[in-house]
């Protein structure tokens, strides 16, 4: 089952909506990080070997951050004009695609109606 860390960037109703779904889920606003760092969210992530969700593009540096090396990164591309709703819902629809991957070292992006999954090699 996957663990997800949910970064600041995203709406607060992202963790409780995953862990609705039955995942394990935690929001960095509920773990005294709000407002740390990149590298210190990152490090929280990888210490509750979990895979980081974010809408925070400095994620996508595969040079700062390479595949395989950590738990997973997801990267949400959507809009800031749009409902909180509708970035959820492009979370869990990507999720729901790729039900039984792993996302260890993999980072996915997410966008309106499609995701990118770059994995090493």
Do not use: C
Request: cysteine-free; overall charge positive.
């Amino acid at each position: 089952m996957w663990k997800f860390v949910v970064d600041e960037s995203m709406p607060r109703s992202t963790a409780r909506e995953l862990r609705r779904l039955g995942y394990w889920a935690e929001d960095v606003r509920d773990v005294s990080l709000k407002g740390s760092d990149d590298d210190t969210v990152f490090s929280y992530a990888q210490a509750q070997q979990a895979t980081l969700v974010t809408a925070d593009r400095d994620f996508e540096d595969i040079r700062r951050f390479p595949l395989g090396t950590h738990h997973g990164i997801i990267v949400v591309r959507v809009p800031d004009i749009l409902p909180t709703w509708v970035v959820n819902a492009e979370l869990l629809k990507a999720l729901k695609q790729l039900h039984g991957q792993p996302l260890k070292g993999v980072l996915v992006i997410v966008e309106l109606g499609r995701i990118r999954v770059r994995r090493q090699g």
